[in-house]
């Protein structure tokens, strides 16, 4: 064969092998894209304290880090602040409140790494700290054992020596609760005898002076939340306790009661959540589920009625409600909309009667449960229940608050 008939095989050669490749490319089952599971924002930190130990952790999901810390006592209940920096530490028992350090700094459109994740300075001591709230830059904690008030502010947290401002509002001793208004006065729940639950809430300033006296008197009241206009209490609404509702206080002092929906029987709403970004007032009983309480048609509505729901949390951005049943499904809905967004399986099925059950919070990414039992916070795939990354921490983690900021945005 010349060199010419041995080009034009050659040449022909190549054309049969590209075509029996495209043929073959055609009629195969193309590869799927992997799917790609997003991390979490670079500044967000959960924080677990455990029963029985005094191991305090933190974690860093974006790194997949764990950081381990001593508090005073265990079994504390920990509340992350309204700036995101903080974290409140409330031992009830020991008349003790600490504050941790997340050791970011927001700067609207980045964070700074401030400093290294530590106990902050300032401590509080009132007479059995039960209650938390925080708006912007103030903490606030209604103490049960003496009926006060203790108020600190972030700028105050990193001095030496600091404590928490003691307001007396001349309360006397109960388990309270108290919400903040834009104008800087207080909501605060008043009982008339000393250790009974309360009945009737008063507005004051922030020295505790008395600014509105209480209109409505209603059965217990139990849980409450603020927009900053309105502060709404979940409460019976009568002193018989058979019927229950929401107690709505104005910031100029005016009061009126919204009714449970009609069948609901003699129960309270006793958590009461709102949700920043969505505008919405949530209520919640682990008899009943979660309603929406809609304060412009004076009205409480079904998100979930169910009996077995034992967790309900707004996400960190406050525009999705996740509620936890006993059978380990999760669901998400959509508060701007009312709408189930997704449901599922996610841990495995909880005991009624175990006294620590799991506790959830959630990003807007992930959904975060520690089991005690498991001595493990379970942090789950939103996208995709069936993705969980597991971070051992303490030997019975109970407790579980996220703080720092749902943002990637640094120096870096």
């Not at 409140?88 to 609207?108: K, R």
């Not at 003691?166 to 609760?177: D, E, F, R, S, T």
């Not at 009312?338 to 799991?358: H, R």
Request: with cysteine.
């Amino acid at each position: 064969m010349n060199t010419k008939n041995k080009l034009k095989a050659a040449a022909l050669f190549i054309l049969f092998t590209v075509g029996f490749a495209a043929c073959k490319k055609d009629t195969d089952t193309p590869t799927p894209e992997p799917v790609v599971t997003a991390k979490e924002q670079k500044f967000v930190r959960v924080l677990v304290s455990d029963e029985t130990s005094t191991t305090l952790t933190q974690i860093d999901p974006f790194a997949a880090k764990i950081s381990t810390f001593t508090a005073k006592y265990p079994l504390a209940n920990i509340y992350g602040t309204a700036s995101g920096r903080y974290a409140a530490v409330l031992y009830g028992a020991q008349n003790l409140v600490e504050v941790f350090d997340s050791g970011l700094q927001s700067h609207d459109d980045h964070v700074d790494v401030d400093g290294i994740a530590k106990w902050a300075a300032i401590t509080a001591n009132g007479i059995k700290p039960t209650h938390f709230k925080s708006k912007g830059n103030e903490s606030l904690i209604f103490n049960d054992g003496d009926g006060t008030l203790s108020v600190g502010s972030d700028a105050d947290f990193n001095t030496a020596n600091a404590k928490f401002k003691v307001v007396n509002a001349g309360l006397l001793p109960h388990h309270g609760a108290m919400a903040q208004f834009t104008n800087g006065n207080y909501a605060i729940t008043a009982t008339n005898t000393a250790g009974a639950s309360p009945t009737k809430v008063i507005v004051t300033d922030k020295n505790g002076t008395l600014v509105h006296a209480a209109t409505q008197n209603v059965g217990n009241i139990h849980g409450n939340a603020s927009d900053g206009q309105n502060a709404v209490f979940g409460a019976f609404t009568t002193p018989a306790a058979t019927s229950g509702g929401v107690l709505v206080v104005e910031q100029n002092g005016t009061q009126r009661v919204i009714p449970n929906p009609d069948g609901f029987g003699a129960f309270r709403l006793a958590t009461i959540l709102y949700a920043e970004s969505a505008k919405k007032f949530i209520g919640y009983v682990a008899t009943k589920g979660a309603y929406l309480i809609d304060l412009t048609a004076n009205r409480i509505s079904p998100i979930y009625a169910g009996a077995d729901a034992f967790q309900c949390k707004v996400d960190y951005a406050g525009k999705n409600l996740l509620v936890l049943t006993l059978d380990g499904k999760l669901r998400i809905y959509d508060l701007a909309s009312g709408s189930l967004k997704k449901e599922g399986a996610a841990i495995t099925a909880v005991v009624a009667t175990d006294t620590y059950k799991p506790v959830l919070e959630a990003t807007a990414r992930y959904a975060y449960v520690a089991v005690p039992g498991a001595g493990e916070v379970q942090q789950i795939d939103l996208t995709d229940f069936t993705k969980v990354i597991r971070h051992k921490v303490s030997a019975r983690p109970v407790r579980l608050t996220l703080f720092g900021f749902e943002s990637s945005a640094g120096h870096n």
